[in-house]
């Protein structure tokens, strides 16, 4: 065979990598810890936890809390007495997971056995939550926005500071490999200099009207996780934002809300970025990316199910794309709470700083604003809200 001579060895000699693209294979091989643990000990052995709020996700959250073996869930603080028993019987809880309502939150934040919270509750509360849970001395996870202000987050990172907590903002996106993979390929420079950003997110299912009349709107619900997921990218805040918006639906023009989003970027290095963000997509979960530098192009696509095509005389068929965010982002949600849990159990640092946290509210501000006026917003950037390696204005 003329081939031979490129392979004159068994392959059982040698030492076969597998490639590293592979995040999941260290799941399942209980002899080859994470390199983040190796020589150290953690802070306490198992994470004693309240959860927030068993909404759709809450529940998210819940899936993956009963899944971890570094957790112990003590409390749920939901005020919905009626779900207390349909929760503890999907998740087969233990009869000493406590059910509370908010007025007794109290009980839980006072117990020396609690380490962490994680807050999932409504949006207009997550700001008392947070500066209750800190100030009782515990390590807090929150689904963002933080607070309905750029001022409320400053002041819950300002607080976590003062009282030598954690806060952890849940930007599940950046934990996803293909978002994660985009980010070391664009900051090692793969296509060179960034010249034009694209995101793209349109959600599905519709959102319920008692949702989005609770969820701050779509700014701060939605676009927010694209322009945490552009800023961390490209390593810098936008100095220009436009918007050009509008309701599609009535009953979402009703709330004063929008549904239908394009809105426009400049960045201090010249880089253009656009997101595209609409409430509904009637064909799925559509969650896209293009990043165009001067080297190369960078594309993220959808995910689906399953990868079959039936090809028949009349075309070919493949299955719709993924429909729901939790199903898009299951390892995202696992892979955040773990590094959470981390960082609670003193193995790392947090991946998402108050800075960030704080300059992407701003930004969903400015939008809103850009908005209502039909203009362009123009941003100033001090060097202290400004993340570590971001570049500075």
Excluded at 150 to 176: H, I
Excluded at 272 to 283: E, K, M, P
Aim: proline share 5%; with cysteine; glycine share 6%.
């Amino acid at each position: 065979m003329a081939t031979a001579k490129f392979s004159p060895e068994s392959p059982y000699s040698k030492d076969l990598p597998l490639h590293p693209s592979d995040f999941k294979k260290l799941s399942f091989d209980i002899f080859a810890p994470k390199e983040l643990y190796v020589g150290k000990t953690p802070l306490m052995k198992k994470v004693g936890l309240v959860l927030f709020g068993t909404g759709r996700q809450g529940n998210v959250h819940l899936e993956n809390i009963i899944g971890n073996p570094r957790v112990d869930l003590k409390y749920i603080v939901e005020e919905d007495v009626s779900k207390w028993e349909k929760v503890k019987e999907k998740w087969s809880l233990r009869d000493d997971t406590v059910f509370i309502k908010a007025d007794q939150a109290d009980m839980a934040l006072s117990d020396q056995d609690i380490h962490a919270c994680l807050v999932v509750t409504p949006m207009k509360t997550h700001q008392k939550l947070i500066l209750q849970s800190l100030n009782a001395g515990k390590h807090v996870f929150c689904e963002k926005p933080m607070a309905e202000t750029t001022e409320g987050v400053r002041l819950c990172y300002e607080t976590a500071k003062s009282v030598g907590k954690t806060l952890f903002c849940a930007f599940n996106r950046r934990f996803d490999s293909s978002f994660r993979d985009a980010y070391d390929r664009v900051r090692a420079g793969e296509i060179g200099q960034v010249q034009q950003i694209q995101l793209l997110s349109r959600d599905s299912p519709l959102p319920p009207i008692a949702y989005l009349k609770t969820s701050g709107g779509l700014f701060h619900d939605c676009s927010i996780h694209d322009i945490d997921i552009m800023t961390w990218i490209l390593g810098e805040f936008p100095t220009e934002v436009w918007v050009n918006a509008n309701a599609m639906f009535p009953e979402i023009k009703e709330i004063g809300d929008v549904d239908n989003v394009v809105i426009n970027f400049k960045f201090p290095s010249g880089t253009l970025g656009v997101i595209n963000n609409c409430r509904y997509a009637a064909y799925g979960h559509d969650q896209r990316m293009e990043a165009y530098g001067r080297d190369g192009l960078l594309s993220m696509g959808n995910d689906r199910p399953n990868r079959n095509t039936v090809a028949k005389w009349n075309g070919a068929l493949t299955t719709p794309i993924l429909q729901t965010t939790p199903s898009r982002y299951p390892d995202a949600y696992r892979a955040e709470l773990s590094h959470f849990l981390d960082i609670v159990q003193g193995f790392d640092k947090p991946v998402v700083t108050g800075e960030m946290t704080a300059g992407v509210q701003k930004i969903c501000d400015a939008c809103r604003e850009s908005s209502k006026t039909g203009k362009k917003v123009t941003l100033s950037w001090e060097n202290s809200e400004i993340p570590e390696d971001y570049v500075k204005v």
